[in-house]
């Protein structure tokens, strides 16, 4: 992957903090998985508002099913991994 080199401008104390985390990955690493991430987040958030123009707002119980079924999934995941079984660790 091509990369280019840029200068950017970091509170001194974040950037410490950065540097301690970053440690054997490297700050350019953790800087450009931070970015991927960030617009990542941005295009989602994009969706979410299209989303909601579409088919209006999500309402609790939307909210509160979809929570759970997360919550579902979080716990069969936990018990594959703690199992060792079959596709152990991949999600459900």
Do not use: C
């Amino acid at each position: 992957m091509a990369t280019k080199k840029v200068t950017v401008t970091i509170p001194e104390d974040l950037l410490d903090e950065i540097r301690a985390e970053a440690a054997e990955r490297g700050l350019s690493a953790y800087v450009a998985e931070a970015l991927r991430f960030k617009r990542d987040r941005d295009r989602l958030l994009e969706l979410v508002d299209w989303l909601q123009e579409e088919h209006g707002p999500v309402t609790e119980d939307e909210h509160a099913a979809a929570l759970a079924e997360l919550e579902d999934l979080d716990t069969e995941h936990d018990r594959r991994r703690a199992t060792g079984g079959p596709n152990a660790g991949e999600a459900a």
